[in-house]
């Protein structure tokens, strides 16, 4: 029997023990920020779409921005029994997606940014990465194995 899929919209995040495949489609400028605890086999996985909220408050959905996903994500994990001293995470996603928008100053850069400074404010360190580029991603990740895999058009499947 294969594990259940639970799908991970925009803006969201879900969590959950093993064996689950948490599944997001169509990370283009979106960061995808997976989270896993190998001991207790608890994952999350956020798409999230911009780099602060601070301009955007009061917050109505804290999975849409990066300072308030990770955190979000985060608890959700602990809840589930997570252990905050165990987690890493694997990110995926930020995207430039238009030709026209200038060569350093994107949003899925600043996605990149922000993800790896809120996790470094939050001492998870980053195992493993596929960000920037000009291809979409989907993204499944096992909360039995800690695997994430990294669909594109182009590229194929990658195993992060």
Request: charged residues 25%; glycine residues 8%.
């Amino acid at each position: 029997m294969s594990p259940p899929v639970i799908v991970v919209d925009i803006a969201d995040v879900k969590a959950a023990t093993k064996p689950a495949k948490l599944v997001s489609i169509g990370l283009g400028s979106c960061v995808g920020v997976a989270l896993f605890d190998s001991t207790s086999k608890v994952g999350s996985l956020a798409h999230i779409m911009l780099p602060s909220s601070r301009n955007f408050q009061p917050v109505e959905n804290r999975a849409k921005y990066v300072d308030t996903a990770i955190p979000l994500a985060i608890e959700k994990m602990l809840k589930l029994g997570a252990s905050k001293s165990r987690i890493v995470a694997k990110i995926a996603g930020g995207a430039k997606m238009f030709y026209f928008t200038p060569k350093n100053d994107y949003i899925g850069r600043k996605n990149v940014i922000a993800v790896k400074n809120i996790l470094e404010k939050e001492d998870i360190r980053i195992v493993a990465e596929d960000t920037g580029g000009n291809v979409g991603r989907t993204l499944e990740f096992d909360t039995s194995s800690g695997k994430l895999l990294v669909r594109t058009v182009r590229e194929g499947v990658r195993e992060l």
